[in-house]
């Protein structure tokens, strides 16, 4: 049994205007109207992929994951059930928030949100960008990749999603910082069932809202030099500027999205053949640019 993919973000906001703006105005998806006034992105054929309800705090508040089947779904309850964590059931209301048949939800060691379906539902509507955007590279792939905090639990959770959820290990990377007294940050990465070089990657620090940066891909670099520009025009910071990732090869920048939470925009990222892989362990994150405004913050 293997996580096959990264299906959906979850978030609360404060800022449900801020949300959709960035949301049409900079990544270019299309807002699908929620039934409770959530703000949902849809960026391909699914019902949407990030989803952002009203709350008292911007926070990620769930992982979407999903699962090959009903018997994987199955299986990996029992299992989860089984090792003693505690599982949410989701209910009817739920599922429809987040259009999938059913799901179950429990945390990770670090305290993060993690949710399984193997069905989504409303999937088949064309993509037709409000910013001219040709289209993500999603598919069989899911949505892009999620970077999450696992401060003093990162051995932990990184052995919990290998062992128990069937990820790989891609990556173990290593930054000394030009900082006195600020230990390294590491990041590892993996992936799931797919081609993609990591869904999923946890970051060695705390965040306050729950996540580090979501990446989404584009599908060359023209489009990713476009909404570089929509970046501009919106007024907005970067994170980091533009530059291409080592280990991912991916050609991306990374903006300053609603309070705070940071997202990349790249294409051009590996795919690969996990039977001819062996995972790396890397001490440079870059080839060239992604200098990071707030490097205590991280990648
Ligand atoms: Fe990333």
Request: contains cysteine; glycine residues 12%; charged residues 25%.
């Amino acid at each position: 049994m293997k996580v096959s993919r990264l299906g959906y973000l979850s978030f609360t906001s404060v800022d449900l205007p801020g949300w959709r703006r960035f949301g049409t105005g900079v990544i270019g998806a299309m807002d699908v109207p929620g039934t409770e006034g959530d703000v949902r992105l849809k960026i391909d054929e699914h019902p949407f992929r990030i989803r952002v309800e009203a709350g008292d705090a911007d926070r990620l508040s769930g992982i979407g994951w999903e699962l090959a089947s009903r018997a994987d779904h199955d299986a990996l309850y029992e299992r989860l059930n089984g090792l003693g964590l505690k599982l949410r059931d989701g209910d009817a209301a739920g599922a429809a928030k987040r259009c999938v048949a059913d799901y179950f939800a429990t945390e990770d060691p670090a305290g993060n949100i993690i949710e399984f379906y193997c069905e989504r539902t409303g999937c088949g509507d064309p993509f037709r960008s409000p910013a001219g955007v040709r289209g993500f590279v999603t598919g069989e792939m899911g949505l892009g990749h999620v970077v999450v905090p696992a401060a003093g639990a990162l051995e932990e959770t990184h052995d919990f999603y290998r062992s128990v959820l069937g990820f790989g290990a891609s990556d173990d990377l290593t930054i000394a910082l030009p900082i006195e007294g600020v230990p390294p940050m590491r990041v590892l990465f993996m992936h799931a069932d797919n081609p993609r070089h990591h869904s999923l990657a946890l970051f060695s620090k705390p965040s306050p809202t729950g996540i580090v940066h979501l990446m989404l891909e584009l599908e060359d670099v023209d489009e990713v030099g476009r909404c570089l520009d929509r970046v501009g025009a919106h007024g907005l910071g970067l994170m980091a500027t533009l530059g291409r990732h080592c280990n991912d090869n991916m050609l991306s920048f990374y903006v300053n999205g609603p309070a705070g939470v940071a997202v990349e925009i790249g294409c051009e990222g590996l795919q690969l053949d996990w039977t001819r892989f062996e995972p790396t362990v890397s001490s440079v994150a870059d080839h060239w640019g992604h200098a990071y405004r707030q490097l205590a913050d991280g990648p």
